[in-house]
């Protein structure tokens, strides 16, 4: 008897321990999978609630019509080399465009088709190689402007 009350204390210790340590994560991952199950639950009610993503896609094509009218085509005429071509957009109502420094570089003549297809020639007012942008301006007294829808 005089054994157990010495060892009997200690073996109730050591069987906590073992059992803390070989249940003790197997617990944590059931907590931490539970409330992952419940956060992944939670997200799909939103989204059946609202359509968010349809939203965003929706959000998106609005602005793609919106500004479609700014987006211009850019042909360019360079001494000894095919024919350079990119695209550009309207900066200002003044007929300031941004394009691409590659598309321009070392262009003798730029043509610029807008949105309704009409065809202006452009000057290349600057450019940047080193950032890649360049700078033109539409000649014409302006009639080149895409009314807004």
Known sequence: MRRFQTFGPALVVLIAT????SLGPMAARRVYTARALTLATLAQDRLA??????????????VAVAVEPSV???????????????SGWVYSGDGYIVTNAHVVLGANRIRVQFFDGRVRTALKIGEDPSTDIAVLKVEGSGDWLVPMR
């Open 18 to 21: 073992v059992l803390t340590l």
């Open 49 to 62: 609630q609202d359509n968010i993503l349809e939203r965003i896609n929706q959000a998106k094509r609005d």
């Open 72 to 86: 211009v085509y850019i042909e360019a005429d360079i001494p000894r080399r095919p024919q350079s071509n990119g």
